[in-house]
Nanobody, 122 residues
């Protein structure tokens, strides 16, 4: 199983970024997926999750209204559209997958990508 995250970069406050996670080696249409992030010196935290068919999503309060998670089961990808970025959004962003109901708890996820760094300057 491989989850390949991409799309990170250095942006300014208020800018947008779109992260993508390409999955292989699993039955993508059966998995729930999520994005987590980890800032330096902090624990990994939940950002957003999406169920197997994309009809159910969940967001951390800190990103609600600014970030949108989506998936394309035909392309085996999960995306995170991030708008109105703030310096507090600076972190390494990880995609994760699970063959069960989506969750906000990192330990519930079986598969993880390598992370992509997002840096938001003020």
């Amino acid at each position: 199983v491989q989850l390949q995250a991409s799309g990170g970069g250095l942006v300014q406050t208020g800018d947008s970024l779109r992260l993508s996670c390409a999955a292989s080696g699993l039955t993508f249409s059966r998995i729930a997926a999520a994005w987590f992030r980890q800032a330096p010196g902090k624990e990994r935290e939940f950002v957003a999750s999406i169920n197997w068919n994309g009809r159910s999503t969940s967001y951390a309060d800190s990103v609600k209204g600014r970030f949108t998670i989506s998936r394309d089961n035909a392309k085996n990808t999960v995306n995170l559209q991030m708008n109105s970025l703030k310096p507090d959004d600076t972190a390494v962003y990880y995609c994760a997958a699970i063959y069960h109901t989506m969750s906000t708890v990192p330990s519930r996820y079986d598969y993880w990508g390598q992370g992509t760094l997002v840096t938001v300057s003020s």
